[in-house]
Every structure is written in C-alpha cells, then in structure tokens.
C-alpha cells in the first residue's frame, strides 16, 4: 500500500525553528519528485517546496526563499523540510506528496500521492 506520513508538526514561537519529515511506504522514493504543499484555513493549497529525483534540484515558493530548506535520504525513503525563522503566515497544514517524475514543480495537480498533513501553528 503506497503511504506518505508526515511528522515533526507543532506549536512554535515566532523565529523558532521545525523539521517536517515525509516517510513513505509501500513504495521507493528514489524516482520520485517530492513536494511540500501548506495550507491555511481559508486559502487554497500551495506549494512551499519540491525536490527532484532526477538530479536533486530544489525549489522554493518566494515566501520561504532563505528560510526553508528540503532535502531527501533516499536510504531512509525519507524526504524533510527544515524551517527556519518561522513567522505566524507559515501557520498550516503541510503536506508532502510524490510524483513519479524526474522534475519536481509546485503544482499540486501534478502529484499523485499525498499524505495526511501535519498541523504548523507559529504563534507566541
């Protein structure tokens, strides 16, 4: 059964720090691109950050630029989102998600499996 889990989700002050972890199973992740995708109550989903399989390239929404960093241990089947300088506007619910593709974009429709999310609340 293929399955993505986030962890790593929860309460930080302003400035604080995260890690979110997309552990798959059911799968191998080594040929997958993988996105981070958030979303706020009331806004539509949006892609925070993705990783490519092909080569390892990374991209990020101009909003997280310098703060967030994704990176993969395709040994562990293990993809993870290092948040830095949290601000309350990154508050929501984060996703990752897999696309069997060897170039990762941060377009949701083109992903094919996703996990159930992990809840982000900055807030002091």
């Known amino acids: 059964q293929v399955q993505l889990v986030e962890s790593g989700g929860g309460l930080v002050q302003p400035g604080g720090s995260l890690r979110l972890s997309c552990a798959a199973s059911?799968?191998?992740?080594?040929?997958?691109?993988i996105g981070w995708f958030r979303q706020a109550p009331g806004k539509e989903r949006e892609g925070v950050s993705c990783?490519?399989?092909?080569?390892?390239?990374?991209y990020y929404a101009d909003s997280v630029k310098g703060r967030f960093t994704i990176s993969r241990d395709n040994a562990k089947n293990t993809v993870y989102l290092q948040m830095n300088s949290l601000k309350p506007e990154d508050t929501a619910v984060y996703y990752c998600?897999?696309?069997?593709?060897?170039?990762?974009?941060?377009?949701?429709?083109?992903?094919?499996?996703w996990g159930q999310g992990t809840q982000v609340t900055v807030s002091s």
């Open positions: 990783i490519s399989s092909s080569d390892g390239s990374t």
């Open positions: 998600a897999a696309d069997l593709a060897p170039i990762a974009t941060l377009e949701p429709y083109e992903y094919d499996y």
């Open positions: 059911g799968f191998t992740l080594d040929y997958y691109a």
